[in-house]
Each structure stands twice: as structure tokens, then as C-alpha cells.
């Protein structure tokens, strides 16, 4: 966007502000077909213009001319199509055809790239232009339409389109006035209140006067003297300039003209008895009084307009404030513009996306409307493929209460980007909210079959659908069947045997150890790290020692899990030295493939549980060791360091749960 130097702040006159001839920040699309499609565009409306981008289409190429396009067209073409984030390559391509001047080439350039990048506002004025030069005022018209569906907020494509309508339409025609007025309405409805709207007020209002209706001009002065835009001030000149150009009765409603009137004659008449009270008293006695006069309609019309001033000068004085609280903002506003031109297209995209939530913080408490609408915008034009903000889009309806806005919102995301795990889940999540279980579970079965190609995937879906029908549903039964299936594709993830082995160890503990172990044995034959089949077995050694019916089968795993530390000590320290064990697997986030231990492992504490001792250290005397009897008599010895020793287990551990869970 061109840089423009800014204008001082109120109350300093300013000069005007344009818009830039063609720069914006272009909404990321995905690649299109060689030859996309274009829609037929409707009629142009008779009377007004509906901004609507999301019907958004533009006026196809026309078959009327023939003949061979330019020799180097296809080739950038091409180029352009090969790679159509590249701005550069349609610039180029649309500055070749315009050189050629062959509107069949300029026709599908322009349509191809406006359909990219339909917020450069600059290549639908040279589209219509085009059309026009070509004698399809009509088709021109229709540019200018869709155009303005797609930026709405372009001052200068309305004033544009308005020139245009001028140009063209028979003036003498009852309903081209009525056309045109029309048009001005959608246009300062819809552009009017932007602080740069200054130049469409000024020709609205000239419009006006050029039709001889002096009450209508002084109409639009009055509504645009309540507009915070730039150069308010100007405004209020033009306004005082009117009012001593013309009678106030031509300027007035009916109304106005009539109350001020009453009141300017009621105060000439005070005035005038006061003054004859005056002159009363210092008239010589017996002189005969004179007549007193009724006043001249100079002096009438003249306190008319200081009572006209007096009721705007209020008003401008209001609007005024209203400018100085926008003009630091606007004057912002301004530099970003400035600055995103030069950026990379990921900074501005990040920047817009910025923007766009600090705009919906600031109007949502004001109108839920207008926030939804930069929303809308935002997702549907300028970040279609940028997931944050559509999901943000969703979060917003659903506090609000739309739960089937938010729900068309995440599908049709999902449908954009397929295969992103988080859209799926928060599809998920709305439904589980919404008290809709079975849809959610619905949405996480078919997430899960859709997966098995991809075991990582497969797994992490296959968690999360066993913790809603655990937790939520109530159903161990197809909870377990969901997480086994899962171990067949996936036998070397950790997560999904400790959320087995957790699902297991939750139930009754009677009918459960059974299962308990059962899992822990098939977590120590599959294709898992030492430290984590180290982990499998002291959990099962504790949900022994917590739950276990007879001494004898807790001493049998017992004696295991002393086998298992002798046999994988060395393996387990190697890993704990970084040897073995892949650093990236270990930092994934939950219901990642691998299981992820704590950051920092006390030196020589072995991973055992609270109630067990510490295993026998690797490489020193194993009879001198105490066996699982004795461990009484070893906290008898360490009592000094009982305390310190569990506190530093026991805290170990929780971290492993937390990491695993």
C-alpha cells in the first residue's frame, strides 16, 4: 500500500487521504484449476447494491472475441498457475495482456486473479474500465457489483462505481436520479462511516446540489457532521459556506425552518421592547412615541442561521471528541498498512489475524452482528486456510449460543483441511458439550478408522475415544476393545498400554488383577524402551502389593521385576545417558506414540514405587542384598533417611503419571 504521510491531528485542517491503486494484503487461497469456472452474475440490482462476499462471483470471460491470444500469455499463464501465492507472476501476467490490449487475454487474467485475490481493489477498477473502453457498459456495471460484494468498505471503488452510473445512465430519466441517490445510500451505508469516507460524503453532497435540492445537501452535511472521519472540520466550513449561500428556507425541513422562526421573532420582539423601554425613559415628558419598527426579514433570516450554527456547533463540538479518541487508532491503523506491503505473507498473515481478534474483542460487547461479520470476513476471504481463526469463529457462536453456526463453521474447516487432528477434536467436543454423546462418539470412530493407515494418528484417536466411553459413557467394555485394537496396529506405543493398563487398575480391584498383570506381560514382550518396561513392571508390582491376594503371588512379581532391573539395568542406564533413547520421542506431547519420562531423573534412585525398596545396585554383591521379606529391616536401618527417601519416590512418580497420563 502506498505510504502516505499522515495528516496532524484535530483540530488542524488535514489534507485527504486515497486509497492505495491496487495493494492489499492478499487472502491466502489454495491452487486453482487452469481454467476455473465462473459462476453467471445476476443482474445488476435496480435500485441498490447488497454487499454479500460470500456470494462472490465475477463476470465470465465473453465469447465475442476471436482470435489467437498474445504470443507470451500462455506462458505466464502458466507461471502464474504453477504458483498462485506468488503475487508477482499476476502482476506480471495481468500487465502483459494490458500492454497487448487484447480484452479476451485481460478478461480471463482478470478473472482468475480477482478471484484470488478479490481485495485489490485496484484491478476492479481497471476490469471495469475495460469493459467500459470495450462499449459493455453493462458488463462494467456488473464488475463494479461484484466488486463491491467483496470490498465493501472501498471508498474509492463506490465513488468509482457511482462515476460510473453517471456516466452511463440517462440523466433525464425520472428513475436515474432515484438510481443514483439509491446507490449513494449503499454507499454511505456501507463505506460511511470509515474515517477516510471524507471524499464520498463531498460528492454526495455536490450530487445533490447539482439536482437543485438544496434541503437534500443540507441533509447529507448534517449526517456527515456526526461522522468522526478525518477531515471533519472541512465539513463544518462547507456547511457554514451553504448556509449564508442560500435562504434558510431552502435549506431547512419545514419543521426547523418554522420553529427557528417563531423563536428568532419571539426574541426580536423582546429585543424590541426593550429597547422602546429604554427609550421611554429617556424621551423628554410630553414628546409623542414613536412607532416601533417591525424589523426587516435581513435581520430575521440572519438570526436564523446564528440559531442554525448554534444547534451544529454542538454537534461538531461532539463529533470532535469522538475524532481525537479515533485519531491515534486510525493514525496506527495507518503505519500497519504501510509496513505489511513489505513483509513476508506468513508476518502479515499473523498480523491480520492479530487485528482481527483485538476488532472482535473491541465490538463484540458492542454488537454481536458486527462481530460476527469481521469473522466472517476474515475466514471467508483473507485467512481461509489459516485454522486459528475459524476456530476461534466457532468458540465465539457457541458462547453465543449458535450451536448449529459453530457446528457449519468447524465442518466446513474440516472439509478445507482435512485430516487435522484438533478441528477433529473440537468437532468432538462441541457435540460432547452440546449433550450429544452419541455424535461425538460418532466423530471419534470414524477419525479412528479413517487413521489406520497412520499408526501415530490411529493411537492418539483411539485414546481419546476410550476416554470418553470410560468416562463419559460408562462402558469399560468398549473402552478396552477400542484401546486393544489399537495395540494391533500400534504394539510399540506406550500411551496406549499404560491407558489399558489405568483402565484395568480402576476397576474392581478382585476381578481386576488378572487383567492387571495380563497387561503389564504384554507391555514387557512388545517393542518397548527399557526404562518404559521398567515403568510397566514397578506398576505392577505396586497394584500387587495394593490389591494382592496372597503374599506368595506378590513375592512372584516380585522376583520378577528383580530379574527384569538385572536384566535391564544396563540398558535402562544407557538410556537415562541419552544412548538409546530417542530425545524427540521422549518430548511429545500426551497421547503422542512414545511415552515421555520426567526431564530429570534423581542420580542412582531406581523408579520403584513407594512400599518397595530400592532395587540391588548393578554390579555389586547380590547376596548381601536383602530379599523382599527384609525390607522392614532396611527401613529400620535407613530411618534417618525414611523421609527424605519416600518424599523424592513419591514425588518421582507422580511426575511419571502425569507424563503418562
Not at 449526517?223 to 431552502?250: A, C, G, I, W
Not at 501415530?456 to 469399560?476: D, E, Q, T, V, W
Not at 503374599?551 to 541419552?578: C, P, T, W
Request: contains cysteine.
Amino acid at each position: 500500500m502506498e505510504i502516505i504521510e499522515d495528516p496532524a491531528p484535530p483540530p488542524t485542517e488535514t489534507s485527504e487521504m486515497s486509497e492505495n491503486g491496487g495493494g492489499s494484503i492478499p487472502p491466502e487461497v489454495p491452487e486453482a484449476p487452469e481454467a476455473p469456472e465462473v459462476p453467471e452474475v445476476p443482474e445488476v440490482p435496480e435500485a441498490s447494491v447488497v454487499p454479500n462476499p460470500a456470494s462472490f462471483s465475477v463476470p465470465p470471460a465473453a465469447e465475442d472475441e476471436e482470435g489467437e491470444l498474445p504470443v507470451d500469455f500462455e506462458r505466464l499463464w502458466k507461471a502464474a498457475h504453477d504458483n498462485p501465492q506468488d503475487f508477482t507472476s499476476w502482476t506480471d501476467l495481468l500487465q502483459y495482456c494490458e500492454q497487448e490490449s487484447h480484452i479476451t487475454a485481460s478478461r480471463r487474467a482478470l478473472v482468475a486473479f480477482l478471484v484470488r485475490y478479490p481485495l485489490c481493489y485496484g484491478y476492479w477498477k481497471k476490469f471495469a474500465d475495460l469493459e467500459r473502453r470495450a462499449g459493455y457498459n453493462g458488463k462494467a456495471e456488473e464488475v463494479c457489483v461484484q466488486g463491491l460484494q467483496s470490498i465493501p468498505l472501498s471508498v474509492d471503488l463506490w465513488i468509482h462505481y457511482i462515476n460510473l452510473l453517471l456516466g452511463t445512465l440517462d440523466m433525464n430519466l425520472p428513475e436515474s436520479p432515484r438510481r443514483i441517490r439509491s446507490v449513494f445510500e449503499d454507499a454511505v451505508a456501507a463505506a460511511g462511516l470509515d474515517f477516510h469516507s471524507d471524499r464520498l460524503w463531498d460528492l454526495y453532497v455536490e450530487w445533490e446540489k447539482e439536482q437543485g435540492d438544496m434541503r437534500a445537501a443540507t441533509a447529507v452535511l448534517d449526517r456527515v457532521l456526526m461522522v468522526p472521519t478525518q477531515l471533519y472540520n472541512t465539513h463544518y466550513d462547507k456547511f457554514k459556506t451553504h448556509l449564508n449561500s442560500h435562504t434558510p428556507k431552502e435549506l431547512l425541513s419545514p419543521e426547523e425552518y418554522e420553529e427557528l422562526r417563531a423563536l428568532c421573532r419571539q426574541s426580536q420582539k423582546a429585543e424590541r421592547a426593550e429597547q422602546a423601554q429604554e427609550e421611554e425613559e429617556e424621551r423628554p415628558p410630553g414628546e409623542e412615541e414613536p412607532a416601533t419598527p417591525e424589523g426587516t426579514d435581513t435581520e430575521l433570516m440572519q438570526k436564523i442561521r446564528e440559531q442554525v450554527l448554534v444547534r451544529r456547533d454542538k454537534v461538531y463540538q461532539q463529533n470532535e471528541g469522538e475524532v481525537r479518541k479515533r485519531w491515534h487508532f486510525e493514525d496506527s491503523v495507518s503505519r500497519v498498512f504501510s509496513v505489511c506491503r513489505s513483509l513476508p505473507s506468513r508476518v502479515s498473515y499473523r498480523v491480520f489475524l492479530c487485528c482481527a481478534a483485538q476488532y472482535v474483542q473491541y465490538l463484540e460487547p458492542q454488537s454481536l452482528e458486527e462481530a460476527r461479520a469481521v469473522y466472517k470476513r476474515a475466514c471467508e476471504i483473507h485467512l481461509t486456510h489459516k485454522h486459528t481463526i475459524h476456530m476461534q469463529w466457532a468458540t465465539f457462536e457457541e458462547r453465543h449460543g449458535d450451536l448449529a453456526e459453530a457446528r457449519r463453521v468447524l465442518e466446513a474447516l474440516e472439509k478445507r483441511l482435512p485430516g487435522l487432528a484438533v478441528v477433529r477434536l473440537r468437532r468432538a467436543g462441541l457435540e460432547r458439550r452440546a449433550g450429544r454423546l452419541d455424535e461425538s462418539e460418532a466423530l471419534l470412530r470414524q477419525a479412528v478408522a479413517e487413521s489406520k493407515e497412520k499408526p501415530s494418528l490411529h493411537a492418539f484417536y483411539s485414546i481419546k475415544l476410550a476416554r470418553l466411553l470410560l468416562k463419559l459413557g460408562k462402558n469399560p467394555g468398549k473402552a478396552r476393545g477400542v484401546l486393544q485394537e489399537a495395540l494391533e496396529i500400534s504394539p510399540d506405543n506406550g500411551k496406549v498400554h499404560m491407558n489399558l493398563l489405568e483402565l484395568e487398575a480402576a476397576g474392581d480391584p478382585r476381578p481386576s488383577a488378572e487383567a492387571v498383570q495380563e497387561c503389564v506381560t504384554r507391555a514387557l514382550a512388545a517393542p518397548l524402551s527399557p526404562r518404559t518396561k521398567i515403568l510397566f513392571s514397578q506398576r505392577g508390582l505396586q497394584y500387587a502389593e495394593d490389591y494382592g491376594n496372597s503374599i506368595q503371588s506378590v513375592l512372584s512379581i516380585y522376583e520378577e521385576h528383580q530379574k527384569l532391573l538385572k536384566e535391564l539395568g544396563g540398558k535402562k542406564r544407557g538410556a537415562e545417558n541419552g544412548d538409546n533413547e530417542d530425545p524427540e520421542k521422549l518430548s511429545k506431547d500426551d497421547d503422542g506414540s512414545a511415552v515421555a519420562m520426567p526431564p530429570q531423573v534423581p542420580p542412582n534412585m531406581p523408579h520403584v514405587p513407594i512400599t518397595t525398596p530400592p532395587p540391588p545396585v548393578m554390579g555389586s554383591d547380590m547376596s548381601t542384598q536383602a530379599g523382599y521379606g527384609g525390607y522392614s529391616s532396611w527401613y529400620q536401618v535407613q530411618d534417618r533417611n525414611h523421609h527424605t527417601l519416600c518424599q523424592l519416590c513419591h514425588q518421582t512418580f507422580q511426575k511419571i503419571q502425569e507424563t503418562l497420563l
